[in-house]
T-cell receptor, first 117, second 115 residues
């Protein structure tokens, strides 16, 4: 069974600080990796995803993540955060090979990021 | 505009009652998913649905739960006899392929409160 671990449950940063949120997964096979964001009062939105190829993926709003297979990690980064980045961030995985709709996502517990102006 | 809408946004029910949560995709999607998030806990996969049948379900999705797509557009989650521990946010998601990869797009959720 898959599992996802997010190391930081609460992170508080000042504007313009650099951000790195940790995500490690446990799964024996090929995986697809995702970061979703949930802004206050809004639904889950996709930030970025990794399926294959270049392990450094770029997403929306200046976010990027690096897949390090040897470390089973997919950490999210942003060089300079803004107050509007305040949100809940979720790392998720599903099996890389699938049939039909058998690709339910396994989520981490989330990281609550607060950016102070 | 979101890919998926959900109704109701908030449902309050008494323990033991049946509830039906609805999901309406904006475009003609074929893959559907239900997830739930108990307050303070992580988002958990419940079930996936494709071609009018369940593709995959988790341990949470027991006999109290059922899904269907009765009219070819709405996708529903029914909880037959609600329990206090069913109180949670329930998210519907649909899948779309873009650039050769698949992404699940989530609806805004239904907050279910069981009293």
């Amino acid at each position: 069974a898959q599992s996802v671990s997010q190391h930081n449950h609460h992170v508080i940063l000042s504007e313009a600080a650099s951000l790195e949120l940790g995500c490690n997964y446990s799964y024996g096979g090929t995986v697809n990796l995702f970061w979703y964001v949930q802004y206050p009062g809004q639904h889950l939105q996709l930030l970025l995803k990794y399926f294959s190829g270049d392990p450094l993926v770029k997403g929306i709003k200046g976010f990027e993540a690096e897949f390090i297979k040897s470390k089973f990690s997919f950490n999210l980064r942003k060089p300079s955060v803004q107050w509007s980045d305040t949100a809940e961030y979720f790392c998720a995985v599903n099996a890389g090979s699938w049939g039909g709709g058998a690709d339910g996502l396994t989520f981490g517990k989330g990281t609550h990021l607060i950016i102070q102006p | 505009e979101p890919e998926v809408t959900q109704t109701p946004s908030h449902q309050v029910t008494q323990m033991g009652q049946e509830v039906i949560l609805r999901c309406v995709p904006i475009s003609n999607h074929l893959y559907f998913y239900w997830y739930r998030q108990i307050l303070g806990q992580k988002v958990e996969f419940l079930v996936s649905f494709y071609n009018n049948e369940i593709s995959e379900k988790s341990e949470i999705f027991d006999d109290q739960f059922s899904v269907e797509r009765p009219d070819g557009s709405n996708f529903t989650l029914k909880i037959r006899s609600t329990k206090l521990e069913d109180s949670a946010m329930y998210f519907c998601a649909t899948k779309r392929t873009s650039g050769g990869t698949d992404t699940q797009y989530f609806g805004p959720g239904t907050r279910l409160t069981v009293l």
